[in-house]
Nanobody, 124 residues
């Protein structure tokens, strides 16, 4: 069983920045992608950004390209999401996920493991 522990959420004004972290408790061979998803009230969970942990391929949803950056520290089994130029529409619960790359690198919310979520609130 793998636990994903997120941190770094909070409240910021529009134009501000936040950095999310997700630490995985174990390595899972075969589940080579980690990513960030978000879900706002009344909306479906959507893929924000994902990364292949053994190769570096990435996925970003169009609305965050140029503003968000996903990165990893394999020595720490940790993935980060640097979020710049935040907008009110980025407000959501952000979830870390670990799973198969064919799904995560397309932004599909099909993961084997999920974190508990961290709230990001952007005010105008």
């Amino acid at each position: 069983q793998v636990q994903l522990v997120e941190s770094g959420g909070g409240s910021v004004q529009a134009g501000g920045s936040l950095r999310l972290s997700c630490a995985a408790s174990a390595i899972t061979y075969g589940l080579n992608c980690m990513g960030w998803f978000r879900q706002a009230p009344g909306k479906e969970r959507e893929g924000v950004a994902s990364i292949r942990t053994n190769g570096g391929s990435t996925y970003y949803t169009d609305s965050v390209k140029g503003r968000f950056t996903i990165s990893q520290d394999n020595a720490k089994n940790t993935v980060y999401l640097q979020m710049n130029s935040l907008k009110p529409e980025d407000t959501a619960m952000y979830y870390c996920a670990k799973g198969l790359c064919p799904f995560l690198l397309r932004g599909e919310a099909r993961a084997d493991y999920w974190g508990q979520g961290t709230q990001v609130t952007v005010s105008s």
